[in-house]
């Protein structure tokens, strides 16, 4: 994420009674609440008053009463496709608008027809949202990209262990746009026209930087699951990368200058310890818990070279490796105490 502190500050150090909306692409029909959620301070994810409210297609949120209750619940308003901007869900919005509160829209009015590569043309609905509130909200543009892949049209289910960047600008000024309907007259349609359009700019700006952005990070799947800044030299240290037949499900964050190939997709850190040798790393990312047991074994109970560690511990297994730790040392220490 770049230029979280841009969104915090609006949410957490607007002005009393400022209102907040937030504009952002729309590619997966997760993307709130999965991309939003990762992006809240604590304070306001656990805080249901101050949570954002959003607008949905009533032929989607809101077909039956099940999802009707559900979706009202978490502070979803119901917009009916072709009733036009004055309908009765926007005129909610606005009124939350009035009252302080955070309303995120998406201004294409629905999903990325091409996997999120473009950012469609915004509709003047949100331009209805920010000229006809009380006060001229407080707009933050966000854009990400990956959750094509989190959740592909068609998916049932989200993916997961994917890898999804999101870019948050400046705030967007519309002063001057307040200032030419007082001093030119121009007509309402026309200035929601004006504010859509420069929603839309901002937003296709910001999406050809976070592209970027993205293909400058290795992807989770080429980099989860690396321990990096262990002190190998000084520790007595070896490792190496073994291709295992796992499922990754976490994101890992490594510096930009390492240089993975794309062939260690999957990939486990596994390492050795020499004997005799002290053990004292920083550990990022997770590994197999087999294998973190039977590394664990391997450092702890076995008083082997490290040639004879490893087949060691695959013959006993890291479980029994534990039990004939406990009994040999714990266990015996105990009862001479006792």
């Keep these: 994420v770049y230029g979280l502190e841009k969104l915090h500050d609006a949410l957490l150090h607007r002005p009393k009674n400022k209102s907040l909306i937030t504009v952002s692409n729309h590619v997966a029909s997760v993307d709130d609440p999965f991309v939003i959620a990762s992006l809240l301070p604590p304070s306001v994810l656990l805080d249901a008053q101050?949570?954002?409210?959003?607008?949905?297609?009533?032929?989607?949120?809101?077909?039956?009463?099940?999802?009707?209750?559900?979706?009202?619940?978490?502070?979803?308003?119901?917009v009916s496709r072709g009733d036009g901007i004055y309908q009765k869900g926007m005129d909610m919005a606005i009124a939350k608008l009035n009252s302080g509160g955070w309303v995120h829209i998406f201004p294409e009015g629905s999903r990325s027809r091409d996997g999120g590569k473009t950012v469609g043309s915004p509709k003047r609905g949100v331009g209805r949202l920010i000229l006809d509130a009380d006060n001229v909200p407080l707009v933050v543009p966000f854009v990400h990209t990956g959750m094509q892949d989190v959740m592909p049209i068609g998916a049932t289910f989200p993916r997961i262990g994917k890898t999804v960047t999101v870019l948050i600008g400046d705030p967007i000024e519309f002063d001057d746009l307040v200032d030419e309907e007082q001093t030119k007259h121009l007509s309402?349609?026309?200035?929601?026209?004006?504010?859509?359009?420069?929603?839309?700019?901002?937003?296709?700006?910001?999406?050809?930087?976070?592209?970027?952005?993205?293909?400058?990070?290795?992807?989770?799947?080429?980099?989860?699951?690396?321990?990096?800044?262990?002190?190998?030299e000084s520790l007595g240290l070896q490792n190496h990368l073994l291709n295992e037949d796992y499922s990754l499900a976490q994101e890992a964050l490594v510096q930009s200058k390492l240089d993975i190939s794309p062939t260690q997709e999957r990939s486990f850190f596994r390492m050795r310890l020499s004997y005799g040798d002290a053990f004292a790393s920083r550990m990022r990312g997770y590994m197999d818990p087999t294998e973190l047991m039977g590394f664990a074994a391997r450092g702890l109970f076995m008083n082997e070279r490290t040639t004879d560690i490893a087949a060691i511990v695959r013959e006993r297994g890291p479980l029994r490796a534990w039990k004939q730790y406990m009994e040999a040392n714990l266990l015996g220490k105990w009862n001479l105490l006792m």
Aim: net charge positive; with cysteine; hydrophobic share 40%.
């Design 50 to 78: 101050n949570l954002r409210w959003t607008l949905c297609a009533t032929d989607r949120c809101f077909k039956n009463p099940a999802t009707t209750a559900f979706f009202r619940s978490v502070k979803v308003l119901p």
């Design 188 to 232: 309402r349609g026309k200035l929601y026209d004006a504010v859509a359009s420069r929603i839309g700019h901002q937003l296709k700006k910001l999406k050809l930087q976070v592209d970027r952005l993205a293909l400058e990070q290795p992807s989770a799947e080429r980099v989860a699951d690396i321990l990096h800044q262990v002190d190998r």
